[in-house]
């Protein structure tokens, strides 16, 4: 348990919200708490770490929309 409050020590000094943090943590935890009791070896767990701040932009950022814009200007190239 004591990593996951270091990875979530990580994210909140890089300005992640603790909401969201604690949401992955959670997602994450559960996960593999399920796979440990449905698993007769141990998991091997990798750590990810964001080395990024989070900028509240992308909360409102539409990354579908951009997606489909760049088809759009692609098809029209081509």
């Known amino acids: 348990m004591n ?3 270091e990875v ?8 992640y919200p603790l909401m ?9 935890y559960s ?7 449905n698993s007769s070896e141990p998991s091997k767990a990798d750590v ?5 701040k989070y ?3 992308w909360d409102f950022f539409n990354v579908q929309l951009l997606a489909e814009q760049m088809k759009t200007r692609w098809m029209e190239t081509l």
């Open 48 to 52: 990810f770490v964001l080395k990024s």
């Open 31 to 37: 996960a593999r708490w399920n796979t440990y009791l």
């Open 55 to 57: 900028n509240r932009f």
């Open 8 to 15: 979530a020590d990580i994210y909140i000094a890089y300005g």
């Open 20 to 28: 969201l943090i604690t949401s992955w943590l959670r997602e994450n």
């Open 3 to 5: 990593a996951y409050k």
